[in-house]
């Protein structure tokens, strides 16, 4: 983990409620895909957990959804002003894992986190599919990008405004390799229930600090209570038990 200070160069919206910003600055400790970094902002006691989307030598992209006080705050934030952040939090995901032709699933804001992960096994001459699950079409964003990497993308709609009808759980292939995903809990369950290979999910879960010490983002699993922040945000499909 490492505090560093970095600079805003873009900060534009995706729709109306979802954001992209890039900031410049240290980001040798990101080196993981899946990782996330913690933000402090002016004024807010609590960092705000964002994962990385993307990141290269001295950049790192993340996207964020307009959903209270913090990333409200964010996005009223312009090109030039610099936040604080902590980085290299998180364990990411495995790719060894992946085999030839890996299934990514993303949901809503659960998408971003899939795009370094899909750059990756692309460069690995992987077979990529990957499904974006969002509610309706408004909602729906990087569709484009994921395809430019060279990834067999297709998108699902609750309400069927765009793309297929339902949730991820309705647009699995024919055949898949291993899956990797990233999402709200309910659609977790539901892959873990549906799946028919071993996987990686990731969790969405609010942190307290974001790096281990107030175990208040716990979840439970075979060998005890993990931590998101710290054991996580990324579990293994065969080490988490789900409560009712």
């Known amino acids: 983990m490492k505090q560093s200070i970095f600079e805003i160069l873009e900060n534009k919206p995706l729709n109306q409620n979802v954001y992209k910003?890039?900031?410049k600055g240290d980001t040798s400790d990101i080196t993981a895909c899946?990782?996330?970094i913690n933000i402090q902002l002016e004024g807010l006691y609590l960092r705000r957990p964002i994962s990385v989307?993307?990141?290269d030598t001295n950049t790192v992209t993340i996207?964020?959804?307009?959903v209270g006080k913090g990333t409200e705050q964010m996005a009223k934030m312009t090109t030039g002003e610099t936040l604080d952040v902590l980085t290299g939090l998180g364990n990411g995901y495995d790719l060894s894992l992946a085999g030839d032709k890996p299934l990514l699933l993303g949901g809503g804001v659960g998408v971003p986190p899939l795009y370094m992960l899909a750059k990756k096994l692309i460069e690995q001459g992987k077979a990529v599919t990957v499904i974006?699950?969002?509610n309706t079409k408004d909602e729906v964003f990087y569709e484009d990008e994921f395809k430019a990497l060279g990834c067999d993308v297709a998108v699902t709609?609750?309400?069927g405004s765009y793309g297929v009808k339902g949730f991820v759980t309705d647009a699995y292939p024919q055949e898949y390799s291993y899956f990797y995903t990233c999402g709200p809990e309910p659609m977790l369950k539901a892959i873990y229930k549906t799946s028919v290979t071993?996987?990686?999910m990731s969790f969405e879960e609010r942190m307290g600090c974001g790096f281990g010490a107030c175990m208040g983002c716990s979840c439970k699993t075979i060998a005890g209570y993990k931590r998101i922040c710290k054991d996580g945000p990324v579990m293994l499909k065969e080490e988490i038990l789900w409560e009712d």
């Open 21 to 23: 910003m890039i900031l």
């Open 34 to 36: 899946g990782q996330f």
């Open 53 to 55: 989307c993307d990141a």
């Open 63 to 66: 996207i964020y959804k307009v």
């Open 132 to 134: 974006l699950g969002f």
């Open 157 to 159: 709609t609750v309400d």
């Open 198 to 200: 071993s996987g990686q």
